[in-house]
């Protein structure tokens, strides 16, 4: 089981005035899992931050510190190995006797039988879109702090084996065939 993998990743960051942050970020991932018509997948974010403190006049007795701040990324998740194509498999089964095992063969050489899982051609990788913001608080020179945080997480063209009717000739086939919402 051989699969060949490549992937770049670049990434710029900028802090301006020590209160505003901000980061770009992009990766791009190769791999011989995926389809033909997508032999590539890119994956962009980013982030930014901003303590805005510094910026107004609360006096730290009220308020000693506060940010804001929104991220978004995506990644993703490669198909199964060879679900893009039909295969031949070679494997063992056992029979009705306890502890003997089996080999298909032909003339004493190793013997092939087709899978039942279907090839597709056109599977894409899953894709995870992920988005996130929130405020960071601190009262009172410090002694109380606050967090709030919304998170949303949003998985497409996730990979389901779905069964096909035998009459096909498969039992099954790899698909882009759902979503998922955190």
């Known amino acids: 089981e051989r699969r060949r993998v490549e992937g770049y990743f670049a990434q ?20 011989s899992a995926f389809g033909i018509g997508n032999q ?22 009220i308020l000693s510190f506060g940010k804001l701040r929104v991220a978004y990324g995506e990644s993703g998740q490669q198909p199964p190995l060879y679900s893009t194509q039909d295969v031949f498999i070679s494997t ?18 190793g013997g092939l039988y087709a899978s039942t899982t279907r090839g597709n051609a056109g599977i894409e990788p899953e894709r995870v879109r992920e988005l996130e913001a929130g405020i ?4 009172l020179n410090g002694r109380a702090d606050l967090s709030v945080t919304r998170y949303d997480s949003r998985s497409q063209d996730v990979i389901f084996s779905v069964p096909t009717p035998p ?3 498969y039992t099954a086939v790899s698909l882009n065939a759902g979503e998922l919402t955190n």
């Not at 590539?40 to 006049?57: E, L, M, N, Q, V």
């Not at 063992?92 to 050489?109: C, H, I, K």
């Open 40 to 61: 590539r997948a890119i994956y962009p974010g980013a982030s930014a931050a901003w303590s805005f403190t510094k910026a107004i006049d609360v006096p730290p007795s």
């Open 136 to 139: 960071d608080l601190s009262f």
């Open 92 to 109: 063992s089964f056992a029979d009705f006797n306890p502890g003997s095992l089996q080999a298909p063969n032909l003339n004493g050489l």
């Open 167 to 169: 009459s096909t000739g």
């Open 12 to 31: 710029a960051n900028a802090d301006l005035y020590d209160q505003l942050f901000l980061q770009a970020r992009i990766r791009s991932d190769g791999n």
